[in-house]
């Protein structure tokens, strides 16, 4: 029986020895690459922080501490010093979430694994802890430096110097890297503090000095190195930053030394005010695979051999992502105009490439969405036409600048969003479903929908064509749908997939939605129910050939991957009502709720997004009575299947 298996909370740290504690940092990593190799999930980040987590649960005292993760994705090492080592179905409905969430543990403190938010909510917890006579309880926030390209974080740095008067240690976790490399100014300045000689040199040095003196040479080495950080600061001028915040700072540490880990966050702890551990760590650590892994040293994986680490996908289908990045590419080709902007995604939002064949016309901003949108406001000022390549969940940062930046000035930007709607396994904060309800909201945007590899090819073009107002195309995670034709293209763009010979029930698939779209209309036309199936391509604004058959049908359904609140369907209504068409409409979607972890097809299911269960609803009501008897759009149409049952029944 390993060490692990006996950890059943963090207490149970305090009677191991550092030699023990070593042990059980080498059988956390031998766990996360057995099991996370077996149900995918995020290895790098955990395998890097290891140590550190260790480190910080023999010192502070959770929950009565809380913890504080930004981001979350390297919060396993956390669960599993806290009780939770069932990793069998990690990410999976009914398994462990991928990042920290309240229902699993006390020791979750926030769920949102959106970055550079930690700092915060930390300033906000101390205050109260503070004001509410709890001044012996401490708050820890564990942030990585791609985070501090998140101006939230100095937005909390800022106020977090104004009060002193409390117990707050912040951890930066330094490895050089968010998704991938942490870029920018803050990641040069960092860089510069791990690599510089002199710091090396000397702290090599100083170790090799103090140890000849036994162990008591030892604890004065780590007590220079963790409390007395000024004479090495005149090396590195690391602390300069921090200092002129006035925030304590201790370090650099090395991440992975135990010993001096505890030893400085114990120094931390004893100060009584805030403090930064500014900590040197390895993404990957002590796995090979993810260390030669370049592009993102297995920030996130699938399912993979745990000893190669190649990936056991047998997948070979084309991703969405694939689609956009190889037209982006073309586009740019013919257009010198067109700019990729990424806020530190660059490989997984499909601009890699563009900016492999066009080095000089991609911005990588960092975990910067705000700055990414108002700054490709002005890049459309300047007469380019900037393409901002964001995950669906992160765009929620940034409406403010979509809606007074971009939109009210009119300006010709592009938003391309991955991960649009049900993504999974990576739970609440990270499902893309926010994105139709809320952009619609812009005056004069253009929102398109593309349900295939085909679509998303033109209708990109058709948005980086508009130059007077925002664009934007979402797709969701995951392999292309497979090509569905159209039978017509209407005059304004809408594409007619499916004409029947009664005009019963108009369904509006909208993009990906339009497939299920065509298989709710075969289990309608089994029941002698005629539907006409539209993908209006655009839908935002709503076309005015949908108005027109809507007109003309008994009831129309829209189906949508987005919350049915203030969702596509909703506009329908309304510019169907303002038409002065009354014909019912029902908008199908996703609930206003926050979504668990679970697979896609689960959640479609529980939403009754399902053919069948979206042609049992329209049966029950075509047949039944719960619809008037609509007006024909002319008086000579022939009696329907609609009519002949209401009229049986």
Known sequence: MGLLEEIGGPRDLDALSTEQLEQLAQEIRDFLVENVARTGGHLGPNLGVVELTIALHRVFDSPNDPVIFDTGHQSYVHKLLTGRQDFSKLRDRDGLAGYPQRSESVHDVVESSHASSSLSWADGVSRALTR??????????VVGDGALTGGMTWEALNNISDDNDRNLVIIVNDNGRSYAPTIGGMARYLNRVRTTDSYRTLREGSSSFFGKFGPAGRA???GVRGGTHGFLSRFTNNAALYSNLDIKYLGPVDGHDLGTMIETLQLAKDYGAPVIVHTITEKGRGYAPALMDEADQFHAVGRIDP???ESLSTSAALGWTDVFSDELRAIGEERADIIGVTAAMLRPTGLLEFAQRFPDRVYDVGIAEQHAVASAAGLAFGGLHPVVAIYATFMNRAFDQVLMDVGLHKA?????????????PDGPSHHGIWDLAML?????????????????????????????????IRYPKGAVSPELPAVERLADGVDVLRRADTEDVLLVGIGPM??????????????????????????VPVQPSIVELAASHRLVITI??????GGVGTRVRQ???????????DELGLPDEFIAHASREQILADAGLTAGKIAQDVVAQVLGTRIPVARPATAELPLSAWERGRAEA
């Open 575 to 585: 510019v169907l009502r303002e038409a002065g068409v009354d014909t019912a409409v």
């Open 220 to 222: 004065v080495y780590r």
């Open 514 to 539: 339009a497939h299920l779209a065509m298989e709710v209309a075969d289990r309608l036309r089994a029941q002698g129910i005629g539907a006409t199936v539209v993908d209006p391509r655009w839908v």
């Open 132 to 141: 509410t006579g709890r001044r012996d309880r401490h708050v820890v926030a």
């Open 560 to 565: 949508e991957d987005g919350i049915r609140v």
């Open 307 to 309: 000893v190669s680490g």
């Open 440 to 472: 619609q909201l812009v005056p004069h945007i253009r929102i398109a929908v593309p349900r295939d590899e085909v679509r998303l090819r033109e209708e990109l073009r058709e948005a980086v064509a508009v130059e007077d107002a925002p664009t934007v």
């Open 412 to 424: 010709g930007v592009t938003f391309v969003l991955d991960r649009a709607g049900v993504t999974g």
